[in-house]
């Protein structure tokens, strides 16, 4: 969640409150997230250095957070980097998101990044599916193999359609 956050402030410094709707405009077609979430999130941004307190007032206190640019640097090696943690298909779409932060020089190496990632994750799922069409499933166990192949099939699918997506709709 800090480079979702670090990226949206990188657009222009916004408020927790700013950012919550952020999150609920774009982000959560990709990363759900709560405003506490995002609350605590901007505390350990703040602590670590790639956040400051642009401006503060109000009758509330109203903090308007900006990445520092400790922030930008991070914000940067995390897009470019090869594998990402966590779940690949928001780590993608987070990317995908904020490409357009990047250089334009820099872009392809993050769409080819991306392209490398879905294949690898479809060659996994079609060496599986060798490995399952190859079993001898007994008997009793028919039809929950049925439904675990019916789950393979979905990702394949899944991992397909990504492909040709990023084949469409990414370029650097």
Request: without cysteine.
């Amino acid at each position: 969640m800090a480079y979702v956050i670090l990226g949206l402030l990188m657009l222009w410094p916004q408020s927790l409150y700013e950012l919550t709707k952020s999150f609920e405009a774009g982000v959560s077609l990709f990363y759900s997230s709560s405003t506490g979430s995002i609350k605590r999130a901007l505390d350990r941004l703040l602590a670590d250095d790639m956040i400051k307190v642009e401006s503060e007032g109000g009758p509330r206190g109203k903090r308007i957070y900006a990445p520092t640019d400790t922030g930008r640097t991070e914000f940067r090696t995390w897009m470019l980097e090869e594998s990402h943690k966590g779940n690949p298909e928001t780590s993608m779409l987070a990317r995908t998101y904020f490409l357009g932060l990047l250089p334009p020089e820099e872009r392809q190496h993050v769409v080819d990044s991306i392209r490398r990632q879905i294949q690898a994750g479809l060659a996994e799922l079609e060496q599986v599916e060798e490995l399952v069409l190859a079993a001898d499933v007994p008997e009793h166990f028919s039809d929950v193999a049925r439904y675990q192949m019916a789950t393979l099939q979905y990702g394949l699918i899944s991992h397909r359609s990504a492909l040709t997506w990023a084949k469409k709709y990414l370029q650097g």
